[in-house]
Every structure is written in C-alpha cells, then in structure tokens.
C-alpha cells in the first residue's frame, strides 16, 4: 500500500507559477513511475505529466509542453510538478498517481494509487 498526499495547490493569477507536491509514503518510492493527472469540473480525469520511476525520462500532455515539468526526488519521496505560465483553463483538482514497476504512462488504469488531489485555480 502507498499513501499520496498532494500539497501546493491554490489560487494564482493567469501567467503566475505553482510547484504542485506528492509526497509518498508506504513503500519503497522508486519501485514507483509517477504521474500527474487533472479533473476539471464536468469532465473526465486527464493525463498531464509522467517520469518513470528514476527520473531519467518524462511525458508530457500536449497542452501542458513547454510550461509544466514534472521531476521527483527518490530521496525524499516526492514528485513535484512545476507549473508556469498558467491559463484559465489549467483549473483543476490536481492529482498524484503511483505505478508499481512502471515505465511511466498516460494511462490512467496504469495507475495503482492515487492522492486525493489539490485544488488549483487560475484567475482570468
């Protein structure tokens, strides 16, 4: 069992950065490809950002390309998703998700555990 605690959401201004958190607890974090995933109001939970379980490779959205990165920290048991140049339409609830063993994936179903997300708000 993994417990995935996200932290660092909230309210920012069109343009403005965040630095989203997940920080894991559990199980040995690097047996673990993470990703983020984001659910806006009335529609479905979307893939934002990936990295396998050393950190060596990374996925990214389309739309987020260019201004979120996603990086982890296999000594503290974190992964982080830098966000910059947000846009109205990046609002979200933002989740953390654990792969036992994976590569990194797009997919939710991939996924073995998930946080129970932060919320971010981007102002027009």
């Known amino acids: 069992q993994v417990q995935l605690v996200e932290s660092g959401g909230g309210l920012v201004q069109a343009g403005g950065s965040l630095r989203l958190s997940c920080a894991a607890s559990g199980r040995t974090f690097s047996n673990y490809a993470m990703g983020w995933f984001r659910q806006a109001p009335g529609k479905e939970r979307e893939f934002v950002a990936a990295?396998?379980?050393?950190?060596?490779?990374?996925y990214n959205f389309d739309s987020v390309k260019g201004r979120f990165t996603i990086s982890r920290d296999n000594a503290k048991n974190t992964v982080y998703l830098q966000m910059n140049s947000l846009k109205p339409e990046d609002t979200a609830v933002y989740y953390c998700a654990a792969d036992l063993y994976g590569a990194g994936s797009r997919f939710r179903d991939t996924y073995d555990y998930w946080g129970q997300g932060t919320q971010v708000t981007v102002s027009s």
């Open positions: 990295i396998n379980r050393s950190g060596g490779s990374t």
